[in-house]
């Protein structure tokens, strides 16, 4: 039992309790599931009692800081969990990131970036030897870096990036210039007060030739941490959220660096100038891939905290009743409430069991960039990009949904709700914009579509392999049979290529026009565009989904076979929660984008209805499972830090004790009575 830090009355809620009383599974195996063995369960309880037991590793709320305040505390936190991971010899990613969750919560600080975007930008694009020189000074904490692509002016469009490179072989060395207010570096996370190093994107020039976008390691700070000459820096200012951060902003004047400095793995710049080009320019990209599935695994885990406060808080807070002069009932019982929070509950299982298989098949395709083979890379980019689209949106708008689930307490930060949103939703932004992204992903869906019309054998990979399918069946009539998990996932599949197929379809009758403009044509189809990639990234989650659940192997609905993500071994009790689970997952999907289907006649009316009805019968077959499914998510309320989500859910007391807690509480009188209303009172009484 995962118990309440706060020492109020241990006793658990009766209304908690009861509902504990009603479940149909085992909640340790469920838990077992969700962690990936009984064996992971342990190791990640064992690290979370390492950071819940440092005592250094505590501190003060931080919701009741400013923002001077809350930067200073997160960056000493975050501290030294780097130093007690060196002490535990904590190396393996997971475990880093069950420890780090422990100490920061949800939030980061600029150390964040250092780690989860210079080091792994550092470690893709530099050579052997630079590594060499560069790696001691990132283990010893020397060097602590931020990624600086960003400009004032320029934030998607890389190539446009004004920040010069120049380099002059007379010293060997590169002259680093922001030639105009638009191409100051902006919104650098760790750069305003953390950082000391900067990769910088800047436009390389050899021989008064412009060479394209190259990464350059620069020293901004000096062992002081002053900023070096001809270096302006600093912190953006406050923002919606992330203040633990400081993103910042960063002009250079004429600054030389050695020519050793920039990162040489894949293009150079030799002593004399001459300029290597990359054997494939595509390999500059690779490093934003692993930050792509960083955020979208933050995301699935904010929605599981989330999740778990307000369906506690939906048991014990009784509202109304549903007949007059009957006691008042749990708003977890109106249907309104379910409707709202249990296809989030589904959604949570869904991407919690999918996400790993999809998260095997990008890491090896990283690991393969790591070794110069590019063959999975354009699909590993395409599918990061939707993922992570897909998975920060949803965690804001379900963050969003569950804040206001819980009416009037929820928008208190001491719900946590409030913070979980205002961290997540950055991240809707911070490595590439929804849009961009996906008409990134559309442009991978467009070419494969292509070749697949010219070639029905081509091999795909085993995300992609149902358009195959798909496309073989084209001619034949389709309509969604029943709503068995194989005939729904066909419904995904069929919806995914059908509006791919319908998108290739306008732009080769715009192309066809006379003096048509490629470009003119890519914009007026973009909006469909990112239709398709968003149904192309719900139908993967779909797909592996039910290939997790069906629990066999030969039944495998991705037909390409490597590499297959194991399925999940369980109890039929655990299998059959998940079932239901995943039927409501995937039939609130296909309700949501019913209009496509009835399009497409893949639906009709009544179809659309029965989906509904088997919606809400399956709100009833969940009910009585729903606290134990969050309790399975097994979050410490060290986690979830909500007087609203406690695993004994005792609400009001946890509310009043929170108000006491507040600043303004200090005095009983405020300094702003003395000086502003009483004197303003004292005014009118004299004047009557
Ligand atoms: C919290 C946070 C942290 C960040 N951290 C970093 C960091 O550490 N390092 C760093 O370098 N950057 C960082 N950034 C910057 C971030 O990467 C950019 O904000 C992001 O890439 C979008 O660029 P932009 O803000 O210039 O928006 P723009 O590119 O100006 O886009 C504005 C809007 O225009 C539309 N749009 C733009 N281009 C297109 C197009 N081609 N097609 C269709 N629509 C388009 C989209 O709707 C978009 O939302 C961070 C940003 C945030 C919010």
Known sequence: MRTSAIDIEKKMNPLLESERKKNSFDVEEMTNVLDGGKIATERRRFIEKLAFTDVELWGPDVRHMTREELFLEMTRRHVEAIKKCKKYNLTDAVDVTNFQRSVLNTYVTGLSLHQLVFVPMLKLQSSEEQLRDWLPLVDSFKMIGCYAQTELGHGTYIRGIETSATYDPQTEEFILNSPSISSIKWWIGGLGKTANYALILAQLYTDDVNRGVHAFLVQIRDHNHMPMQGITLGDIGPKLGLNSVDNGFLKLSHVR??????????????????????????????????????????????????????????????????????????????????????????????????????????????????????????????????????????????????????????????????????????????????????????????????????????????????????????????????????????????????????????MNTLNAKERANKFYVWNACSVDLVHSSLAHIECVIATVLVQQLSGNS??????????????????????????????????????????????????DPDQVTSMKLEMYNLYDVIRPDVVSLVDAMDFDDRHLKSVLGTYCGHVYEELYQWAQKSKLNETQVHPSFHKYVKPTRELFVSKM
């Open 554 to 603: 030969n039944n495998n609905v991705m037909t390409s076979s490597s590499p297959s993500p194991s399925c999940l071994s369980c109890s039929s009790d655990v299998r059959r929660v998940l079932t239901n689970l995943c039927r409501l997952y995937l039939l609130n999907g296909l309700f949501e984008s019913s209009a496509d289907l009835l399009q497409f006649s893949y639906l």
């Open 257 to 506: 660096i050695p020519r050793n400095n920039m990162l040489m793995r894949y293009s150079k710049v030799l002593k004399d100038g001459t300029f290597v080009a990359p054997s494939n320019t595509r390999l500059l990209y690779g490093g934003m891939l692993q930050a792509r599935i960083d955020l979208s695994d933050d995301a699935i885990y904010v929605i599981c905290l989330s999740i778990t406060v307000v369906i506690r808080y939906s048991c014990v807070r009784l509202q109304c009743s549903m007949q007059n002069d009957q006691a008042e009932c749990q708003i977890v019982s109106y249907q309104t409430q379910q409707n709202k929070l249990f296809p989030i509950l589904s959604s949570a299982y869904a991407y919690r069991l999918a996400f790993p298989a999809i998260n095997q098949w990008l890491t090896s395709a990283t690991n393969m960039v790591d070794q110069g083979d590019v063959s999975d890379l354009g699909e590993a980019h395409a599918l990061s990009s939707a993922m992570k689209v897909l998975l920060t949106t949803k965690s804001a708008n379900f963050v969003e949904t569950c804040r206001l689930s819980c009416g009037g307490h929820g928008y208190l930060d001491g719900s946590s709700l409030p913070v979980f949103y205002r961290n997540i939703v950055a991240t809707v932004t911070a490595e590439g914009e929804v849009s961009v992204l996906l008409l990134q992903t559309a442009r991978f869906l467009v070419k494969t579509f292509v070749k697949l019309q010219q070639s029905s054998n081509m091999q795909l990979s085993p995300f992609t392999s149902y358009l195959l399918n798909q496309s073989r069946a084209r001619n034949e009539p389709k309509k969604l049979s029943s709503f068995n998990l194989e005939s729904l996932v066909d419904a995904y599949q069929y919806r995914s290529y059908r509006l791919l197929s319908a998108v290739c379809e306008r």
